[in-house]
C-alpha cells in the first residue's frame, strides 16, 4: 500500500511537472512567432495571478478580518507596542 502511494504521488508530480513544462513551451513558442510581446507578458501575468491565494483569513478562534482586526485591537500588548501616543 506505501508503495503503490508513493509510486502514484511520484506520477502525479511528473505530470504537473510535465504540463507546466509544455505551458512554458507554448509560450515560448508564441513569444519567438508574434510580434508583439505585450500578449505573452499578459498572458504570463493571467497565468501567475490564478496561483495567487487570499490572505489568512482566520487567526486563533478569530473568523473574518474584522473578527481578526478586533482581536488584534483587543490585545493591549500590541497597542502599546504600536502606538507612540496614547
Not at 27 to 35: T, Y
Request: aromatic residues 10%; positive net charge.
Amino acid at each position: 500500500m506505501c508503495r503503490t502511494r508513493a509510486d502514484f504521488e511520484l506520477a502525479l508530480r511528473q505530470c504537473k511537472a510535465a504540463e507546466e513544462q509544455f505551458k512554458a513551451d507554448t509560450k515560448a513558442i508564441k513569444l519567438a512567432c508574434k510580434q508583439n510581446p505585450r500578449s505573452f507578458w499578459n498572458s504570463v501575468s493571467r497565468e501567475c495571478s490564478k496561483k495567487v491565494y487570499g490572505y489568512a483569513n482566520k487567526v486563533g478562534d478569530a473568523v473574518g478580518a474584522d473578527n481578526v482586526c478586533k482581536m488584534w485591537e483587543s490585545l493591549s500588548q500590541f497597542s502599546s507596542l504600536y502606538n507612540s501616543s496614547d
